[in-house]
């Protein structure tokens, strides 16, 4: 379980993060969406720890992300990029030499590596260098490495940015089965359709602040619109920087 309350986080005269507080709970996919500039990525980079808020607080079931930044680094995997694979290692090698970062080794991790080259649908590929991966097999890898400890809070910046209309499906049928198993899920977005398929509770940002949250259907009472995108446009303001 997340925690986000009050947060603020400027970077000299720009205010990334003005006031964001919101809960995303186990076993649901909690997405915030919000226009380029809105202040996601910030967001997120509080909760992994990158960033320390200027005010406010971040916890990860119950432990603080500044005064236990280790725990929290344990309980958590984020995707934040697709960089940084290894392209003279496999896939398999690649994910086993973040697992042993976290401390695995032997029996349990190479279950591990199994266990998510069949989510994560990697069997054509798991044994192959990773030079040359188009940029949907790169993401299942960085994807793997970072689930490597079976955390139970999952972060995904911008998951689908890059992915052909295939790989999309496949990720967005990863996160339902992530949310099968009890993870605490949360992703950032700015298209509205994805977050409309997707999510159990919805906290929608614009300049730094939240300006809705809640379930598809507390969003569509609060903003008076029917349809879900029309009810985000309305609590953004204007749609630009969304996508359909
Ligand atoms: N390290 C940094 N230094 C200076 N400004 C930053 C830094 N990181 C973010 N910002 C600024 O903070 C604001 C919020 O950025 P952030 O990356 O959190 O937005 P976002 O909602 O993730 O947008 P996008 O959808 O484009 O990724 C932007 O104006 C951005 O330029």
Redesign the pocket.
């Known amino acids: 379980m997340i925690s986000v309350q009050h947060v603020k986080k400027s970077?000299?005269k720009?205010q990334?993060v003005k006031d964001i507080s919101f809960m995303a709970h186990d076993g649901q996919i909690t997405g915030i969406l919000?226009?380029?500039?809105?202040?996601?990525?910030?967001?997120l980079r509080m909760i992994y720890t990158v960033l320390r808020p200027d005010a406010g607080s971040v916890t990860v079931d119950g432990f603080d992300a500044v005064r236990q930044s280790q725990e929290v680094r344990q309980r958590i995997g984020a995707l934040t990029d697709s960089h940084g694979i290894y392209p003279r290692l496999t896939a398999r090698e690649n994910i086993r030499y973040f697992g042993r970062l976290h401390g695995l080794e032997g029996r349990a991790l190479e279950e591990r590596i199994e266990a998510l080259t069949a989510l994560l649908d990697m069997q054509d590929f798991i044994d192959r260098r990773a030079e040359g991966f188009s940029s949907g097999q790169r993401v299942k890898v960085c994807i793997a490495r970072a689930l490597a400890h079976n955390p139970q809070n999952v972060l995904l910046d911008?998951p689908t940015n890059g992915l052909d209309v295939m790989s999309t499906r496949s990720m967005r049928e990863f996160i339902r089965r992530l949310r099968e198993e009890g993870k605490c899920v949360l992703f950032?977005s700015?298209i509205m359709q994805e977050v409309t398929a997707l999510c159990d509770q919805i906290v929608i940002i614009a300049n730094?602040l939240v300006t809705a949250s809640g379930t598809p259907d507390e969003i569509r009472q609060v903003t008076g619109k029917e349809n879900l995108e029309d009810a985000f446009v309305a609590a953004i303001g204007s749609e630009e920087g969304l996508i359909k």
Do not use: L, R
């Open positions: 970077f000299g720009v990334a919000g226009p380029n500039g809105a202040g996601k990525t910030t967001t911008e950032s700015h730094g």
